[in-house]
């Protein structure tokens, strides 16, 4: 098994910035990337950003592009989600999950094995 603990929340005004981190402990070697997801109450939970563990690629959803950035610090076994620009739109709980493969389906949550119990992220206007 595979243990996330994400840290980093909290709330923030428009146009501020969070950085939010998940750590991954465990069967890690299982992992071959992390992503990141969020859901708004009422909504479904919706795919952020993704990234692989050995090349460190990436792929970001459309309404994130250029705001939050999905990084990694392999040796920490950490992956982390700058989030600047922020807008009351990105208020949610955020999830980080992970998953043995990387490919087309990335931003497809059940592709992903372990989940993390979420950080609430609240952006005031």
């Known amino acids: 098994q595979v243990q996330l603990v994400e840290s980093g929340g909290g709330l923030v005004q428009a146009g501020g910035s969070l950085r939010l981190s998940c750590a991954a402990s465990?069967?890690?070697?299982?992992?071959?990337?992390m992503g990141w997801f969020r859901q708004a109450p009422g909504k479904a939970r919706e795919f952020v950003a993704a990234?692989?563990?050995?090349?460190?690629?990436?792929y970001d959803a459309d309404s994130v592009k250029g705001r939050f950035t999905i990084s990694r610090d392999n040796a920490k076994n950490t992956v982390y989600l700058q989030m600047n620009s922020l807008k009351p739109e990105d208020t949610a709980v955020y999830y980080c999950?992970?998953?043995?493969?990387?490919?087309?389906?990335?931003?497809?949550?059940?592709?992903?094995?372990?989940w993390g119990q979420g950080t609430q992220v609240t952006v005031s206007s």
């Open positions: 999950a992970t998953t043995g493969h990387w490919g087309p389906m990335i931003s497809n949550s059940y592709e992903y094995d372990y």
């Open positions: 465990g069967r890690t070697f299982s992992s071959n990337a």
């Open positions: 990234i692989s563990w050995s090349s460190g690629n990436t």
